[in-house]
């Protein structure tokens, strides 16, 4: 008699209990199967504009207007990119790319260089006026560069810079100091100052110690730098567009601003734009970690 | 040569301090004093300031006020920016963020997402021109394929439509910053938290109101502060859709403060009038950002 009643109490005891966790096994996978579908569909919203925009670049203008998104007839071209890089004649796409490379180097690393070594004075050295000249620095940041513009135009002109880009790199510098010091000083003060005070012990000038010591051991910050320097440089269109005017010393965003004209061969536009932003796309695939990493550690702490 | 402690600061920062002397502060004061004087170089006081609140393209509620659509002025289209903008691109980043952690794949679709981020603005301003366009955007494609073909049109080409087409535009922009910043912040919170959450027997849901959004309130103060500066800025996206119309329907300060300076001819362009846009948004992204940094210091 024992046995039975046992053994109806194990099952009474067991069969809701395996029910249960059958339930919830179902019902969580329920859920990651809800999410993944909505976080999939989600994305959708982003890729599809990008697919877009690559279907039209491939595409002559006729089945562009039918809906890139239709098949019936495609007939692959690269009209859309040939024209694009070859005009207009004078001031062609591949020129400006041209010039927005040789914009876009030397304002990436002459700003780095001055604000690594503006950086290195507020964070290892103490002076009067310290905190408040680096919180001065830092509050610049938040200038639009429309509250420089007018002033800035007048001022390049005056001294033969303007429509030069001499005058573009030195404005790109000035306005990259303020987050760049930011950054590089918050990574200064994490590094262990031991190295460089026997560094200086042993009789290294203060400058030595920053190129043979500092900098080396910056490398990982100063790549999140170049990767975010460039790209914004690269990226901008509003001082280029007030400072520079002459076609064939346009960069990369004015001349794909000019093929968008009043009337748009979305062919041309797009494998315009495709050839302009894969500089910027290629450059955060290949440094993504230091790109992530320069954008949330500067606004975290800005 | 060895430079003494005090001298080697000084010289470091010397060149630092020359740039931003001549290419930052010293225009930032001239355009001050632009602001407050006239072409004669006669001293107006706020004059140019009124001026500005008498131009349409700047101010203009009486539309907003009679329910009409824009125009209703540059000033209040950023408000409006703002005010659209920020929650939509705030709550959908943060949903990513939350989503993606536990999907596979999810790297791949936040690198996706953050391309808007990577990209120009020029050719951010291109994309969605293009997503609008009547016969070939896929917007108006998508609304053929549910059967509200009959609203079908250029988005971007009426004053009823840009401005919120532009800003629904700028949230698909602008969602990846959010989305990372809220991502590095959830990998902030150490796990113990969510698993007493746990062995307490508390919800899921509760737990992401009790101990995930509190716990991303910096990560929050940086993404609104970040955000409205952006919507304050914006230019490149209205430049390259219409240059601010049609009928100065997406007219922003940005926009309107370059047309007076650069592109008016003779008699409607103005240094001094533009000076003063630009320094009313330069007190405006300032502001917010100090006081942004003061809360984020108290709390």
């Keep these: ?302 | 040569m060895r430079l003494s402690r005090t001298a080697t600061p000084l010289l470091f920062l010397i060149p630092t301090l020359l740039m931003l002397t001549v290419f930052v502060l010293f225009p930032i004061v001239n355009t001050i004093y632009l602001s407050l004087v006239d072409k004669q170089g006669e001293f107006v006081g706020l004059g140019n300031y009124e001026q500005i609140f008498n131009d349409d393209a700047f101010w203009n509620p009486q539309n907003l006020a009679e329910g009409k659509p824009p125009p209703y002025g540059a000033l209040i289209h950023n408000g409006i920016w703002i005010l659209v903008h920020l929650p939509l691109s705030i709550f959908s980043g943060l949903l990513l963020a939350v989503l993606l952690r536990d999907v596979k794949g999810g790297a791949i679709i936040k690198s996706i997402v953050f391309l808007g981020m990577v990209i120009p603005l020029i050719v951010g301003g291109i994309l969605l021109r293009f997503i609008y366009v009547e016969d070939a955007g896929i917007v108006n494609g998508f609304l053929r394929t549910v059967g509200l073909g009959s609203f079908a049109r250029t988005w971007t080409a009426y004053p009823e439509t840009i401005l919120l087409a532009l800003i629904f535009g700028t949230v698909w922009i602008w969602t990846g910053f959010s989305m990372i910043v809220y991502s590095a912040g959830l990998e902030g919170i150490p796990t113990e938290l969510f698993e007493a959450a746990k062995i307490d027997g508390a919800s899921s849901w509760r737990t992401f109101w009790r101990i995930t959004i509190p716990m991303l309130k910096p990560a929050t103060i940086v993404v609104v502060t970040m955000t409205v500066l952006w919507e304050l800025k914006i230019f490149d996206i209205v430049w390259i859709i219409q240059q601010g119309g049609p009928q100065n329907a997406s007219m922003v300060m940005t926009l309107l403060m370059f047309l007076q300076a650069f592109l008016y001819q003779r008699q409607a362009q103005n240094y001094h009038t533009a000076s003063a846009i630009a320094t009313m948004l330069t007190l405006l992204t300032i502001g917010f950002a100090a006081y942004m940094v003061y809360r984020m210091v108290k709390s």
């Design chain 1, 1 to 302: 008699m024992s046995k039975t009643k046992i053994s109806t109490w194990l099952k009474r005891a067991k069969r809701p209990n395996i029910k249960k966790t059958f339930a919830k096994l179902r019902r969580v996978k329920k859920i990651t199967i809800l999410i993944h579908v909505l976080a999939w569909s989600a994305s959708l919203i982003w890729i599809i504009p990008f697919l877009g925009v690559v279907m039209a670049s491939i595409r002559p203008m006729q089945e562009i207007v039918n809906g890139w998104w239709n098949f019936d007839v495609f007939t692959p071209t690269l009209r859309g990119f040939t024209e694009a890089w070859t005009s207009p004649p004078d001031a062609p796409l591949s020129r400006a790319i041209l010039n927005s490379i040789l914009v876009a180097i030397p304002s990436t690393f002459i700003p780095i260089l001055i604000a690594a070594l503006g950086a290195y004075s507020f964070a290892r050295f103490k002076f009067p006026t310290r905190d408040l000249l680096f919180l001065a620095v830092v509050l610049l940041q938040t200038i639009p560069q429309q509250m420089v513009i007018i002033p800035v135009f007048f001022l390049t002109i005056r001294i033969g810079l303007w429509n030069n880009y001499l005058g573009l790199i030195l404005v790109h510098t000035a306005f990259a100091l303020p987050w760049q010091i930011l950054f590089l000083r918050n990574f200064f003060s994490i590094l262990p100052v031991e190295v460089e005070e026997a560094a200086r012990i042993d009789g290294a000038s203060y400058l030595k110690i920053f190129y043979k010591i500092v900098l080396p051991l910056s490398l990982p910050a100063i790549a999140s730098l170049i990767a975010l320097q460039f790209v914004w440089v690269w990226n901008d269109f509003f001082f280029a567009l007030t400072l520079i005017a002459s076609p064939e010393l346009r960069v990369a965003t004015q001349a794909v601003a000019s093929l968008h004209g009043r009337f748009i061969d979305w062919n041309i536009v797009a494998a315009g734009s495709i050839i302009v932003m894969i500089v910027p796309i290629a450059i955060y695939f290949a440094l993504q970690r230091y790109y992530v990493r320069g954008i949330v550690a500067g606004s975290v702490k800005g």
